[in-house]
Protein backbone atom coordinates (compact mmCIF):
# COMPACT_ATOMS: atom_id res chain seq x y z
CA UNK A 1 0.00 0.00 0.00
CA UNK A 2 3.01 2.32 0.48
CA UNK A 3 4.14 2.20 -3.09
CA UNK A 4 0.69 2.82 -4.26
CA UNK A 5 0.57 6.06 -1.91
CA UNK A 6 3.45 6.93 -3.73
CA UNK A 7 2.30 6.77 -7.09
CA UNK A 8 -0.88 8.76 -5.58
CA UNK A 9 1.18 11.63 -4.81
CA UNK A 10 2.88 11.50 -7.78
CA UNK A 11 -0.16 11.56 -9.18
CA UNK A 12 -1.65 14.91 -7.80
CA UNK A 13 2.13 16.75 -8.05
CA UNK A 14 2.64 16.20 -11.88
CA UNK A 15 -1.32 17.34 -12.71
CA UNK A 16 -0.82 19.99 -10.22
CA UNK A 17 2.62 20.84 -12.18
CA UNK A 18 0.70 20.68 -15.45
CA UNK A 19 -2.15 23.11 -14.14
CA UNK A 20 0.55 25.87 -13.26
CA UNK A 21 2.11 25.09 -16.47
CA UNK A 22 -1.22 25.64 -18.38
CA UNK A 23 -1.83 28.64 -16.33
CA UNK A 24 1.68 30.58 -17.07
CA UNK A 25 1.39 29.58 -20.53
CA UNK A 26 -2.52 31.41 -20.77
CA UNK A 27 -0.98 34.56 -19.03
CA UNK A 28 2.25 34.66 -20.89
CA UNK A 29 0.40 34.64 -23.64
CA UNK A 30 -2.38 37.34 -22.51
CA UNK A 31 0.44 39.57 -21.63
CA UNK A 32 1.86 39.11 -24.75
CA UNK A 33 -1.33 39.62 -26.49
CA UNK A 34 -1.47 43.28 -24.63
CA UNK A 35 1.53 44.81 -26.00
CA UNK A 36 1.83 43.68 -29.34
CA UNK A 37 -2.06 44.39 -29.90
CA UNK A 38 -3.17 40.79 -31.15
CA UNK A 39 -6.83 40.68 -31.58
CA UNK A 40 -9.23 38.37 -29.12
CA UNK A 41 -9.33 35.41 -31.65
CA UNK A 42 -5.34 35.17 -32.15
CA UNK A 43 -5.39 35.39 -27.82
CA UNK A 44 -8.09 32.53 -27.85
CA UNK A 45 -6.37 30.40 -30.34
CA UNK A 46 -2.97 30.07 -28.41
CA UNK A 47 -4.76 29.16 -24.78
CA UNK A 48 -6.70 26.22 -26.76
CA UNK A 49 -3.17 24.84 -28.11
CA UNK A 50 -1.60 25.51 -24.47
CA UNK A 51 -4.41 23.95 -23.04
CA UNK A 52 -4.11 20.99 -25.52
CA UNK A 53 -0.08 20.93 -24.86
CA UNK A 54 -1.00 20.40 -21.37
CA UNK A 55 -4.08 18.31 -21.64
CA UNK A 56 -1.14 15.94 -23.71
CA UNK A 57 0.90 15.76 -21.44
CA UNK A 58 -1.74 15.23 -18.15
CA UNK A 59 -2.86 12.00 -20.20
CA UNK A 60 0.87 10.91 -20.87
CA UNK A 61 1.25 11.70 -17.45
CA UNK A 62 -1.46 9.26 -15.92
CA UNK A 63 -0.65 6.66 -18.36
CA UNK A 64 2.88 6.25 -16.57
CA UNK A 65 1.05 6.55 -13.50
CA UNK A 66 -1.15 3.73 -14.41
CA UNK A 67 1.36 1.59 -16.01
CA UNK A 68 3.35 2.30 -12.57
CA UNK A 69 0.25 1.07 -10.25
CA UNK A 70 0.03 -1.89 -12.36
CA UNK A 71 3.32 -2.77 -12.04
CA UNK A 72 3.70 -1.87 -8.24
CA UNK A 73 0.23 -3.87 -7.46
CA UNK A 74 1.84 -7.31 -9.67
CA UNK A 75 5.07 -6.99 -7.48
CA UNK A 76 2.96 -6.58 -4.38
CA UNK A 77 1.32 -10.09 -5.54
CA UNK A 78 4.31 -11.51 -6.08
CA UNK A 79 5.86 -11.14 -2.42
CA UNK A 80 2.47 -12.29 -0.72
CA UNK A 81 2.75 -15.20 -3.30
CA UNK A 82 6.15 -15.75 -2.13
CA UNK A 83 5.14 -15.03 1.80
CA UNK A 84 2.76 -17.98 1.69
CA UNK A 85 4.88 -20.27 -0.24
CA UNK A 86 7.92 -19.70 2.35
CA UNK A 87 5.00 -20.17 5.16
CA UNK A 88 3.68 -23.75 3.23
CA UNK A 89 7.42 -24.78 2.93
CA UNK A 90 8.66 -26.64 5.83
CA UNK A 91 11.88 -25.69 7.41
CA UNK A 92 13.68 -29.45 6.95
CA UNK A 93 13.11 -31.79 4.18
CA UNK A 94 11.51 -35.10 4.60
CA UNK A 95 14.59 -37.05 4.17
CA UNK A 96 15.81 -34.99 7.51
CA UNK A 97 12.68 -35.43 9.01
CA UNK A 98 12.77 -37.69 12.21
CA UNK A 99 9.88 -40.90 12.42
CA UNK A 100 7.92 -41.26 14.90
CA UNK A 101 7.58 -44.67 14.57
CA UNK A 102 11.31 -46.11 14.09
CA UNK A 103 13.43 -43.20 15.78
CA UNK A 104 15.84 -43.90 18.75
CA UNK A 105 15.45 -42.15 22.08
CA UNK A 106 18.54 -40.12 21.34
CA UNK A 107 17.02 -39.40 17.84
CA UNK A 108 13.44 -38.00 19.74
CA UNK A 109 15.34 -35.50 22.31
CA UNK A 110 16.99 -33.45 19.16
CA UNK A 111 13.13 -32.41 18.78
CA UNK A 112 12.45 -29.37 20.17
CA UNK A 113 11.09 -29.56 23.99
CA UNK A 114 10.91 -33.31 23.86
CA UNK A 115 13.46 -34.36 26.31
CA UNK A 116 13.85 -38.21 27.51
CA UNK A 117 11.07 -39.07 29.35
CA UNK A 118 8.93 -37.54 26.44
CA UNK A 119 11.01 -39.59 23.94
CA UNK A 120 10.33 -42.33 26.16
CA UNK A 121 6.62 -41.88 25.74
CA UNK A 122 6.58 -41.37 22.53
CA UNK A 123 8.39 -45.06 22.02
CA UNK A 124 5.56 -46.35 24.71
CA UNK A 125 2.85 -45.19 22.43
CA UNK A 126 3.57 -46.51 19.16
CA UNK A 127 2.90 -47.06 16.24
CA UNK A 128 2.02 -44.02 14.92
CA UNK A 129 -0.82 -43.63 11.90
CA UNK A 130 -0.13 -39.45 11.33
CA UNK A 131 2.27 -37.34 13.26
CA UNK A 132 -0.55 -35.49 15.19
CA UNK A 133 -1.81 -38.69 16.93
CA UNK A 134 1.03 -37.73 19.62
CA UNK A 135 -1.40 -35.13 20.64
CA UNK A 136 -4.17 -37.57 19.92
CA UNK A 137 -2.89 -40.24 22.04
CA UNK A 138 -1.96 -37.66 24.78
CA UNK A 139 1.76 -38.25 24.22
CA UNK A 140 2.33 -34.28 24.53
CA UNK A 141 0.18 -30.77 24.15
CA UNK A 142 -0.65 -29.18 21.08
CA UNK A 143 1.74 -26.39 21.44
CA UNK A 144 5.06 -28.84 21.99
CA UNK A 145 3.75 -30.42 18.71
CA UNK A 146 3.16 -27.09 16.67
CA UNK A 147 7.45 -27.11 18.00
CA UNK A 148 8.03 -30.18 15.82
CA UNK A 149 4.98 -30.59 13.47
CA UNK A 150 7.57 -29.74 10.97
CA UNK A 151 10.69 -31.80 12.22
CA UNK A 152 8.81 -35.12 12.24
CA UNK A 153 7.26 -37.86 9.66
CA UNK A 154 5.40 -41.35 9.80
CA UNK A 155 6.72 -43.83 7.91
Known amino acids: MLT ?40 RQQAARATTQAKQGAQQ ?16 NDVAAGVKDGLKTPTS ?34 PYDTPHDLVKKGVMDQDTFDKISDRIVVR
Open 61 to 76: AGQTIKEGAASAERTI
Open 4 to 43: LGLVVAVNHRIRATIAVQAILAVTLIAGCTAKNSRDDQQV
Open 93 to 126: TTSDAVDINSATENQLTTLPGVGHNEAGKIIQNR
